[in-house]
């Protein structure tokens, strides 16, 4: 299993990003995966998440109305679109995979990528 | 919004048995991840579904789940063990994955 995140960077406040996880090693479309995102010497925090189909979404109230996850399972690949952003939104971001294709309690994360660094500063 | 609360830290020594906790209103009904960090990595789950270790984990990590409290417990401490544990759960009222704000265990 393998998880590459990209797309990280500087942006200004108010500017735009969009991130991208390559995965190999899985049938990709039978996995949700999550966006989980940690701050500078802070902890984990879970950004959003996306059933195997991608049919169903989910983002934590922090990013909600300015992020959306989404995937293409013919590129093995998920996204994380980031708008609006702040400067609290300053973070290493993980994508991660889930061990089944819902989220819910009996499949959460079971591996991580090695993350991309978003910076938001004028 | 559903909390997960952790110990900021837990200190051991080694070959010594460390516990780490993570309380939440009624946590035994949901199933709890456990995941390590080191300095400068991604994490690792650890422990997953309460007490269930992957492939490459040593048996010296268990875990367990009841009432209001899960439990992380590492047996015969080493200094390798020494990282930041999250607990992780799965809010079904708000469908949102939830962390613990983690636990820094120092081995010395």
């Known amino acids: 299993v393998q998880l590459v995140e990209s797309g990280g960077g500087l942006v200004q406040p108010g500017g735009s990003l969009r991130l991208s996880c390559a995965v190999s090693g899985f049938t990709f479309s039978s996995y949700a995966m999550s966006w989980v995102r940690q701050a500078p010497g802070k902890g984990l925090e879970w950004v959003s998440g996306i059933s195997g189909s991608g049919g169903s979404t989910y983002h934590a109230d922090s990013v909600k109305g300015r992020f959306t996850i989404s995937r293409d399972n013919s590129k093995n690949t998920l996204y994380l679109q980031m708008n609006s952003l702040r400067a609290e939104d300053t973070a290493l971001y993980y994508c991660?995979?889930?061990?089944?294709?819902?989220?819910?309690?009996?499949?959460?994360?079971?591996?991580w990528g090695q993350g991309t660094l978003v910076t938001v500063s004028s | 919004s559903y909390e997960l609360t952790q110990p900021p830290s837990v200190s051991v020594s080694p070959g010594q048995t460390a516990s780490i906790t993570c309380s939440g209103n009624?946590?035994?009904?949901?199933y709890v991840w456990w995941h390590q960090q080191k300095p400068g990595q991604s994490p690792v789950v650890v422990i997953?579904?309460?007490?269930k270790r992957p492939s490459g984990i040593p048996e010296r990590f268990s875990g367990s789940n009841s009432g209001n409290t899960a439990t992380l417990t590492i047996s015969g401490t080493q200094a390798m063990d020494e990282a930041d544990y999250y607990c992780q759960a799965w809010d079904s009222r708000t469908s949102h994955v939830v962390f613990g704000g983690g636990t820094k265990l120092t081995v010395l």
């Open positions: 991660a995979k889930h061990g089944g294709l819902q989220l819910s309690t009996a499949t959460l994360c079971d591996y």
């Open positions: 009624n946590l035994g009904e949901k």
């Open positions: 997953y579904q309460d007490k």
